[in-house]
């Protein structure tokens, strides 16, 4: 059996290294995985080999020349490091879970960044958990160890593609679906989706497929904050929105390995905003599938929830780009600005969370597009919203009669209607002021009412629905043209005629 060996595991530490950063993070489960790349790492970094030490809060320093008897206590286990003599590597086991209470830790950690930098000492915390205080986030550089890259990834798919579905394997085509499915999974969460997938049913097709796609929602979940959101709509699904499509349709090709070689611009995010239930998050679930990249949504309301929500986002950001190229996808993102409150301010942490994240949208080097919802605009600053920081902005309005056609259709036929039994522009005429969600329930109610009377689901049913239905927006005749004026001046319209 061929083994699944990481192609360039200590490649993201040697990184980190090559920024001569004294100080580096890497979070893994994988201690001893770590500490053989940083054993070898200390025997080539250099031109000659160099003294490579451990530190455990039981057994103090092995392996560091000169080090006095006494180590166990992480600031003179530091000093040490600090008086060793010329460049060495230094890794350090227990000590993030150590920094709560020791104010003396931390500040000996930020002597350690400043007396060390250039000497080519290097300070390594491993850690299966990232507990990173406030005041060293600045020192500390990060690496997310288990996650493979994409090459990684390829290698280990067609390793597995051949064990588990003989010697041809995966063809390419199927090998970069699935690929653009399981990004984001360690190489031995990869090794045990597909044991679990095809040792049962060894061939791949389209069961199969979304029973990897299943298996890696179910992986993905315990990463936290973030969630994988699985490629499963199209831009069909969608009616109307023809600007957005466009768009969309557009990009498709820019994040391939052609386009950035062309030096073609590639995009950097887009913000949706407007009415609620007009398919703004829906279409965000269509890129993943348009642009073959994978899609991770970020739940700021769990990011509050946690004890440090600034240390959870920097995290998310920082895991998100090891998976590029990819999408994240920040939905109703006035919550990351104001914690949901109608009157922003007040919270510093809230602050802090969003300059962290346009400085991030600023400079981020890596392929990652941000795909941003927002439903409550006014709550939106200015300077989110000006023009630089997303490549488009736009606006979604109420489906106008050429749209509610459209949506009309993509429900019928998820219902499994016959479409000859429908006047679907007479439909449209019917729903003015009704919303995409609207829309869709009304198609749901309609088949459930014929079910339940034993008749195809027909034009009258769905008209009967109609009939008994309000739509929000008559209730919010107000909100919305306030919501209009606003994003007046400031979005393109998502539809391609305006609304009526
Ligand atoms: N333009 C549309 N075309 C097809 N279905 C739509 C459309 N807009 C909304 N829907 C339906 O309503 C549901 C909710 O829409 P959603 O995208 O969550 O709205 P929003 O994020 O704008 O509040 C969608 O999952 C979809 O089934
Ligand atoms: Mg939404």
């Not at 288990?146 to 588990?164: C, F, H, K, W």
């Amino acid at each position: 059996m061929s083994a699944v060996v990481p192609v360039r595991g200590a490649e993201r530490i040697r990184r980190a290294l090559l920024g001569s950063y004294p100080l580096v993070y890497v979070q893994s489960w994988e201690e001893g995985r770590v500490e053989r790349a940083i054993a070898m790492l200390a025997q080539k970094f250099y031109e000659r080999p160099v003294p490579f030490a451990v530190w455990t809060c039981v057994e103090g320093w092995t392996g560091l020349p000169e080090a006095p008897t006494e180590t166990r206590d992480p600031v003179a286990a530091l000093e040490a490091v600090l008086r060793a003599n010329g460049p060495g590597f230094f890794l350090m086991k227990d000590l993030p879970a150590l920094f709560d209470g020791r104010a003396d830790v931390v500040r000996k950690l930020r002597d350690v960044y400043r007396q060390a930098k250039g000497k080519g000492k290097f300070v390594v915390l491993v850690s299966p958990r990232l507990i990173l205080p406030e005041d060293l986030k600045k020192e500390v550089f990060l690496v997310d160890y288990d996650l493979p890259d994409e090459a990684e990834v390829r290698n280990a798919i067609s390793v597995l593609g051949r064990r588990y579905l003989g010697e041809a394997g995966l063809s390419p085509a199927d090998a970069d679906r699935v690929v653009t499915v399981l990004r984001g999974l360690t190489l031995d969460e990869l090794e045990h989706v597909f044991s679990k997938v095809f040792a049962r049913t060894p061939r791949f097709d389209e069961a199969t497929f979304d029973e990897l796609l299943a298996e890696k929602e179910q992986s993905s979940r315990k990463e936290g904050v973030l969630e994988y959101v699985p490629p499963r709509f199209t831009l069909d699904d969608v009616g109307g929105l023809e600007n957005l499509k466009d768009w969309l349709r557009k990009r498709q090709h820019l994040f391939t390995r052609e386009a950035v070689e062309a030096g073609l611009p590639v995009p950097k995010g887009l913000l949706m905003m407007g009415m609620s239930g007009c398919g703004k998050s829906l279409s965000v679930k269509t890129i993943p599938a348009l642009w073959n990249l994978p899609l991770f949504r970020l739940d700021m309301n769990l990011v509050f929830g946690t004890a440090n929500p600034e240390a959870t986002f920097h995290r998310a950001l920082k895991t998100v780009e090891g998976l590029a190229p990819s999408i994240l996808w920040i939905d109703e993102i006035e919550m990351a600005i104001t914690g949901g409150r109608e009157a922003g301010g007040g919270d510093p942490a809230l602050g802090r969370i969003f300059s962290t994240f346009l400085t991030w949208m600023q400079e981020k080097e890596a392929l990652v597009f941000v795909a941003a919802t927002a439903n409550r605009i006014h709550l939106l600053p200015a300077e989110f919203i000006r023009k630089g920081r997303f490549d488009q902005v736009f606006f979604l309005d109420l489906p106008n009669e050429t749209e509610r056609k459209a949506i009309f259709t993509v429900h019928l036929k998820k219902a499994k209607a016959d479409l000859s039994k429908f006047d679907v522009v007479f439909l449209a005429k019917a729903t003015k002021g009704f919303n995409g969600a609207e829309i869709e329930a009304v198609v749901q109610a309609s088949a459930i009412d014929a079910f339940n009377e034993k008749r195809p689901l027909d034009e009258d049913a769905v008209s009967r629905v109609i009939t008994n239905t309000v739509p929000l927006s008559r209730t919010m005749d107000e909100q919305i043209k306030a919501i209009k004026s606003w994003a007046h001046n400031r979005a393109l319209s998502a539809s391609r005629e305006s609304a009526s």
